[in-house]
């Protein structure tokens, strides 16, 4: 994921100062401000991360 992270990204001063645990914590951040739910895989390398199921239209996987 960090190797398609954005090279305008304003989160640290280089790509290196960005650590999984941030990138975690900012989707955790996501998921509470857009609803989203996530579950953990059965291998606990994945995450699945739901959108809200009220918008039938959108509703899926991300």
């Known amino acids: 994921m960090l190797a398609n992270f954005p090279g ?3 989160a640290a001063a280089t790509i290196s ?7 975690f914590i900012c989707l ?3 998921a509470n ?4 739910s996530i579950q953990s895989c059965s291998n606990l390398d994945d995450l699945d991360i739901h959108l809200p ?3 039938d239209a ?3 996987t991300v």
């Open 28 to 30: 955790l951040n996501l």
């Open 17 to 23: 100062d960005i650590s999984p645990h941030l990138c």
């Open 8 to 10: 305008e990204c304003y």
């Open 33 to 36: 401000e857009k609803g989203l």
């Open 58 to 60: 959108l509703s899926g």
């Open 53 to 55: 199921q009220a918008d």
